[in-house]
């Protein structure tokens, strides 16, 4: 049985544009697509794969413009597009005709689907489904959905958190009423920081499914459905009340569940009877025609993600290696201009991005062997290695005075003594507690907003004021504080490696060393005499430009 959970990348060229769409697979027998509730990601998931993975075949992909998806090209994205784009999805894999399991949201998308394209649907099971009065929608347009902006000082943080814990005491949560009141428990503050992290990979995405969800009347639909459906909702959901509004075909089944348990058990057994056996061989992702393309390589150490813009083997593209707690989402202000004219490889390391996050101690040690089985795989006998920030990451690959390593570049590495070290570890790495009012949502953003203002960041004082022009993108930041919490517990082990193995490191290949001018480090005496330097430029929007000189 294929009982493992691996993360897929399928490009799509179709009505909506180029786009990529990230996917879970896991499981054998009859193929069924889980589609996930609004504002999560496929990996709200995982636990059900694991249920059900020896009865289907299941695959679970973000919804446009959550998780790892690609938004929809498209002026305001309704259901009937998200199905048209799940379609797109299916035809990409070459899958013909399969089930359909839908939460909420996901459950919506699921009746849009079976209405529009019956012929593509076996079979489809929802829990949960939301019918508006014209009154209800209207309140639902003006309040439900504000605009997800990330504010200078993390204020969007702390609203996002209290977002979060409101829908929880309210439905919906913007009204304060006792007729809005429910009855359930505030989360465990593990479950409130996974949805609000949810939230945070969508950005102001997470209005578009969410949104569409309530514009579709699928009241008017649910009579019409010919393919075999079940719909029901636990009596704990608000939107069991929903199940009276609806009016069923022949084909559909209305009741409600007990219990969330009773739920589910209702929805495999109403797949198993109306899906049938099938094998499926899942396509290699296909090359982007523009830009980067994502896609995961299986390694020895579980997946890494990584991204590229060649299909065939490069005699020595630039391979860069995000910084420690960042992931290619983070340094695109690099790649993106690179990619223009370069070949490229972003890898994010073990336990970060998109690549697996349950890894092994020593975490160094799962860095290097991924990264030397990514350069195997693709086949590549000589590159150009850049690392961002953290030579030490690394420090086995370079030690080993890796011949197929051509050039190696560094960016504004941490060359420091021993002391420096201890302090930091000391001061720098906090473990960040997840707090009941969410507080620590703000903790990782002043520490890395004051990353960009202080040296080291913790050194908030006169004396740890860099002189350097200040870069506070908000964008970036968010996308850089996303990461970092997104990396877990991996960042802080990751960086004490890192930091140890730096002090010891042997570079014998041809190097460059690339900081700003007056970066605190660059004014420290490198290792050796012959690395070559580079000045960068204040603004880091420029740095691809500035390492074009020397590729």
Same mark, same amino acid.
């Given at each position: ?378 086949? =590549?006998?000589?590159? +150009? ?8 990451? #690394? !420090? %086995? /690959?370079?030690?080993? $005075? @890796? ?103 042997? =570079?014998?290949?041809? +190097? ?8 605190? #480090? !660059? %004014? /420290?005496?490198?290792? $050796? @005499? ?22």
């Amino acid at each position: 049985m294929n009982n493992k959970i691996k993360t897929k990348f399928q490009t799509i060229g179709g009505k909506f544009g180029e786009r990529q769409v990230r996917y879970l697979t896991s499981g054998s027998g009859p193929v069924i697509f889980l589609l996930h509730q609004s504002p999560k990601s496929a990996d709200e998931y995982k636990p059900l794969m694991k249920l059900w993975s020896n009865d289907f075949c299941m695959i679970a992909p973000d919804t446009p413009g959550f998780g790892s998806s690609d938004p929809l090209e498209s002026e305001k994205v309704t259901i009937e597009e998200i199905a048209e784009a799940t379609i797109e999805l299916a035809d990409a894999l070459g899958i013909d005709r399969f089930g359909l399991y839908g939460f909420h949201t996901g459950a919506i998308i699921s009746i849009a689907l079976a209405h529009k394209f019956s012929n593509r649907i076996e079979a489809v099971s929802c829990n949960g489904v939301l019918v508006l009065t014209d009154d209800e929608l209207e309140k639902i347009r003006a309040e439900y959905l504000p605009p997800f902006e990330p504010r200078w000082d993390g204020g969007h943080l702390s609203w996002l958190w209290s977002r979060m814990r409101e829908q929880l005491v309210f439905f919906p949560w913007h009204e304060r009423t006792k007729v809005a009141r429910m009855k359930f428990s505030i989360s465990d503050p593990l479950i409130l920081h996974e949805n609000a992290v949810d939230v945070m990979r969508a950005g102001d995405n997470y209005r578009s499914a969410y949104g569409a969800a309530f514009e579709y009347r699928l009241e008017n639909f649910v009579p019409e459905l010919k393919v075999p459906a079940l719909i029901t909702a636990g009596e704990w959901d608000p939107l069991c009340k929903c199940l009276e509004d609806l009016t069923p075909s022949r084909s559909t089944v209305i009741e409600s569940s007990k219990d969330q348990d009773q739920a589910l058990e209702k929805s495999r057994a109403h797949l198993l009877k109306h899906s049938k056996n099938k094998s499926i061989v899942f396509p290699e992702c296909a090359m982007k025609n523009n830009g980067l393309t994502r896609s995961v390589i299986e390694t020895s150490v579980g997946d890494i993600c990584i991204q590229k813009n060649f299909d065939q083997t490069d005699e020595n593209p630039l391979v860069i290696i995000p910084p420690i707690g960042g992931s290619s989402k983070t340094i695109k202000y690099l790649s993106n201009g690179l990619s223009k004219e370069q070949k490229l490889i972003v890898i994010d390391l073990p336990g970060h991005g998109e690549s697996v996050k349950d890894i092994k101690e020593p975490i160094l040690d799962c860095f290097n062997q991924a990264v030397s089985d990514v350069i195997d795989d693709q086949r =590549i006998k000589y590159f +150009t290695l850049a690392i961002i920030n953290h030579p030490g990451s #690394l !420090s %086995q /690959l370079i030690n080993e $005075k @890796n011949a197929r390593i051509n050039h190696l570049i560094l960016i504004e590495p941490w060359f420091v003594d021993r002391m420096f070290i201890e302090e930091y570890i000391e001061k720098g790495l906090p473990d960040i507690k997840k707090e009941w009012h969410g507080g620590h949502l703000n903790q990782y953003w002043y520490m890395v907003r004051d990353s960009k203002l202080f040296w080291p960041w913790y050194n908030t004082v006169i004396d740890g004021i860099m002189d350097l022009k200040p870069q506070l993108d908000e964008t970036q930041l968010q996308d850089e504080v996303t990461e970092l919490i997104r990396s877990e517990s991996n960042w802080i082990s990751a960086m004490i490696g890192s930091l140890n193995a730096s002090v010891n490191i042997e =570079i014998d290949v041809k +190097t460059t060393v690339c900081y700003r001018e007056n970066h605190p #480090l !660059s %004014q /420290l005496p490198h290792k $050796k @005499n012959n690395f070559s330097k580079l000045q960068l430029d204040d603004e880091i929007r420029n740095w691809s430009e500035n390492l074009k000189t020397i590729l």
